[in-house]
């Protein structure tokens, strides 16, 4: 059983996994959220190949059996971000690209099909930075917003 922590914005979490390919697929999706120690709670996740024979992704408040292993990995990353996307509470999120150019943000946000996509690489052809394609992230201070 292997462990990693991950620190996403204001909220952390540990994955403990017997499965390498999710450990890899985690890891290379937040190599850079990875940390050694986290400050404050951290949410514990499990994902293991045999429970009761079967694959199971593991929450606080959830068993979650997975049929074909295969999927596992993808299944774990769905679910351990849906989790955590609901608990930041240091930043909006948005289903947007997320651009620079000239040291200014720039923020795409649409639904899915409208062409974010499309936009983002002709901007990026362009010389705009390229940051994300599927979400953006804006600081957030609630001692500060004005509504």
Avoid: W
Avoid at 23 to 37: H, K, S, Y
Avoid at 45 to 53: A, F, H, I, Q, R
Avoid at 120 to 146: H, I, P
């Amino acid at each position: 059983m292997k462990r990693q922590r991950y620190q996403f914005f204001d909220q952390a979490f540990e994955l403990r996994s017997d499965h390498a390919d999710t450990l890899t697929l985690m890891d290379v999706m937040f190599r850079r959220f990875a940390v050694t120690e986290t400050d404050g709670e951290t949410h514990q996740y499990e994902v293991l190949t045999n429970v009761g024979g079967r694959a199971a992704i593991i929450t606080k408040d959830y068993c979650y059996i997975v049929e074909q292993p295969a999927r596992l990995p993808s299944l774990a990353h769905g679910i351990i971000m849906r989790n955590i996307f609901t608990r930041i509470r240091s930043h909006l999120l948005f289903h947007a690209a997320a651009l620079e150019d000239h040291g200014k943000g720039v923020i795409i946000a649409a639904d899915s099909g409208c062409g974010k996509t499309t936009l983002t690489l002709a901007l990026v052809r362009q010389g705009f930075k390229f940051l994300s394609d599927d979400v953006a992230a804006l600081e957030f201070n609630y001692y500060t917003a004005a509504f």
